[in-house]
């Protein structure tokens, strides 16, 4: 089981500490994403990182679509391999989606985990109104859907011979496959449906494990407002606006987040 | 958006070196950090966006993508950039000023420029390749619902087969069960068949015997009655003296020979009638008969046997009972109850006959004759219609016949479309009723 999970979710483990991080990545994307944030805690902590059933280089043959319709069977994932790797004191580092799937996992066992760090959390994309706005409405989740779609076409009509004409470099088929998170266009889209149509806001009040909320500067899929939603929300919350701009400050900008993940660790909230 | 301005104008700078060359290149160009700030965006994207330079430099590259393109920059392609440097034939939607979407093949890569990382895109504005796809996942989705519909229709037909396969083991089931109980009734339809010609057989047999007994009867009464005959004769011949004379004690003897043949005459003839009623020789001719009538018919008859015994008879017949009868057969029947009546009634009795319509079935009458006789004992009331019966061994003795007389009686009221049935109270007395259907 325990050999199983890790095949399963591809799980990686590094770093000198006893602590473990547990960084889970978002929508869209695989544990790479992590490469240039999850090193920095190596000298201090057991760092895990993993791909979510469907993406990166997990087993996609373990796709269960009932599982994965919503965010609790991700959320089972994250659990899974805690209980895998029998991990205590846990620090779950989530970006986007992941921020929830850990409050999820948390509300479900929060004796297993230490703090939250939530990188551009959002409970509800789709607006609300009159007193939520989570950014989006219906329409825009299509038009990621579409811009998803034609993306998979691109690859299946003409990616082949870009790939064909660099027989040379064998790697760049590999590389393209592992462009995104998921060759699946199916696995994607239900991914990004369970993802941009989920609503999770009545699972906030409930979580009360120490949490960071970092919120990027224009951020276009967590606005600001949401960020200050979740950490007025969550009872034991410290929200962290960043210089950092856009939704991927773990990419953009590694420096100032590895800074303000580690005050959060040293200092707490 | 500008982050701090001086790092903010370093990379416009380069970014301007960069896309100078590029400014009037037939393909889209543009050029943004890490950030998501625009660095560079030359003039032929300009154009086909409707921007002018300082509306889209320094600010964010979401000014230019529509939201569901703004999603999948951050989920998709600027991780891809990111991750491998590089990215290839990404397909991007994008937002010209005046609101119209341009899609665009887009090549791209992350570069080093002095301090800071620029990404830089090529983009081929696509509107053939758009219809075109379009057109491909138009027919994607339609085969999908084809394929759902398909499948639900497969379902369909599986669940109506399956429904169906129910039915027919249902049917199959009752076909059995049908098939049962039709050999059962074929089993018990030759058992019937078998009981009716064994039944035909008897009866064939009873009628046989029953025909060679009517025949050996009306032989033996005609063999019977021509000596018979003879006897009486030739007595009444002797009794006038024709012969010579008669001594007194001659005399007495052939009355007593006379008596006798008049008795055994009476026999012979009653046996004869029973035969003929029995072998069905009888002819009856049916009309309106008031029983009133047949009652004054036969009075005269019985007056003189009341008289002897010194009976009362007592009779209620109103005028309008009238029954379909054969007049003669009515007269015997009557004739012959009544004279039971007489026989079985103590002296100082009463004899009664009355008439009327049947409670029970207005299409009938009925004709009662009543005495205050000695009755009858019920185990024997039900032999009584039996030839050569009477109730018991004494009563012969004391009441001559020939115990034919209720046997013929009864078969003639049958004749009739009628009936003839008795009740009694032993030492109360006894009552025959005939039946017969009323004249309409």
């Known amino acids: ?269 | 958006m500008a982050e701090d301005g001086e790092a903010a104008r370093d990379l416009a700078a380069d970014a301007v070196t960069i896309g100078a060359t590029l400014d009037d290149a037939p393909c889209g160009y543009l050029a943004f950090n890490d950030g998501g700030t625009l660095v560079a965006v030359n003039r032929t994207l300009r154009t086909m966006l409707g921007y002018e330079r300082a509306e889209l430099v320094g600010h964010s590259i979401e000014t230019i993508l529509p939201v569901g393109t703004r999603i999948f920059y951050h989920t998709h392609f600027f991780p891809l950039v990111r991750m491998h440097g590089h990215a290839d034939e990404v397909f991007l939607l994008m937002r010209g000023k005046n609101g119209e979407d341009l899609g665009a093949i887009t090549n791209a890569v992350r570069r080093q420029h002095g301090d800071a990382w620029i990404t830089e895109c090529i983009l081929m504005p696509v509107h053939e390749r758009r219809k075109f796809e379009d057109a491909l996942l138009r027919a994607r989705r339609e085969a999908e619902e084809a394929r759902a519909v398909a499948e639900a229709e497969r379902r369909n037909v599986e669940d109506a087969n399956a429904q169906l396969e129910r039915q027919a083991l249902e049917l199959e089931l009752q076909q059995a069960h049908l098939t049962e109980q039709a050999e059962d009734l074929r089993t018990l339809n030759e058992q019937l068949l078998e009981r009716t010609a064994e039944l035909e057989r008897l009866r064939g047999i009873a009628d046989h015997a029953n025909q060679a007994k009517s025949d050996f009867l009306a032989v033996m009464s005609h063999e019977l009655r021509t000596p018979l005959n003879a006897i009486g004769g030739y007595v009444q011949l002797l009794e006038m003296g024709i012969h010579g004379p008669v001594t007194p004690a001659q005399a007495e003897a052939l009355a007593k020979v006379a008596r006798s043949q008049r008795h055994l005459l009476s026999l012979v003839n009653d046996v004869l009638n029973l035969a003929r009623v029995e072998a069905g020789r009888v002819d009856f001719t049916l009309e309106a008969v008031p029983m009133r009538a047949i009652v004054d018919a036969v009075l005269p008859m019985v007056e003189p046997q009341l008289d002897a015994r010194h009976l009362r008879f007592e009779v209620r017949v109103p005028p309008d009972v009238v029954a379909r009868a054969d007049r003669q057969k009515l007269e015997q029947i009557l004739l012959n109850l009544i004279s039971n009546a007489v026989k079985f009634t103590p002296p100082d009795g009463t004899v009664c006959v009355e008439a009327g319509v049947s409670a029970d079935d207005a299409t009938y009458v009925y004709l009662r004759v009543g005495d205050t006789g000695i009755g009858i004992e019920p185990d024997q009331l039900a032999e009584i219609f039996e030839p050569f019966v009477q109730v018991d061994a004494s009563r012969t003795r004391r009441a001559q016949g020939t115990g034919l007389g209720l046997t013929i009686s009864r078969d003639l009221a049958r004749g009739m479309a009628g009936d003839l049935t008795a009740t009694s109270t032993p030492g109360e007395g006894s009552t025959f009723t005939l039946t017969l259907p009323r004249a309409d």
Request: with cysteine; hydrophobic share 40%; proline share 7%.
């Open chain 1, 1 to 269: 089981m325990t050999d199983a999970v890790l095949a399963r979710n591809n799980v990686k483990i590094f770093g000198a500490g006893t602590q473990p991080m547990l960084f889970a990545h978002g929508f869209g994307c695989d544990q790479n994403m992590w490469r240039y944030v999850a090193p920095a805690f190596a000298d201090d902590y057991k760092v895990v990182l993993f791909d979510y059933v469907g993406s990166g280089g997990s087993d996609l043959a373990a796709y269960d679509p009932e599982r994965y319709a919503t965010l609790s069977g991700y959320a089972d994932d994250v659990l899974e391999i805690i209980h895998a790797l029998d991990l205590h004191d846990v620090i779950f580092v989530g970006h986007s989606v992941s921020a929830m799937i850990g409050v999820l996992a948390a509300n479900r066992e929060p004796d297993r985990f230490a703090r939250l760090i939530l990188i551009g959390p959002s409970p509800r994309y789709i607006n609300d109104p009159p007193e939520y706005a989570g950014g989006f409405e219906r329409a825009d989740i299509e038009g990621l859907l579409e811009m998803m779609d034609r993306n998979f076409i691109g690859w299946a009509n003409f990616l082949a011979p870009v790939i064909m004409k660099n027989a040379d470099r064998p790697e760049l088929g590999q590389e393209l496959e592992q462009s995104f998170c998921s060759t699946d266009p199916v696995i994607a889209r239900r991914f990004a449906e369970a993802t941009f149509f989920s609503d999770n806001r009545a699972d906030l009040p409930r979580m009360h494990v120490p949490t960071l909320v970092l919120q990027c500067t224009d951020d276009a899929i967590a606005p600001d407002a949401v960020g200050e939603y979740v950490s007025r929300t969550l009872p034991n919350a410290k929200l962290q606006h960043m210089r950092a701009t856009g939704h991927c400050p773990h990419m953009s900008h590694p420096e100032e987040t590895i800074a303000l993940m580690r005050e959060f660790l040293v200092r707490g909230p």
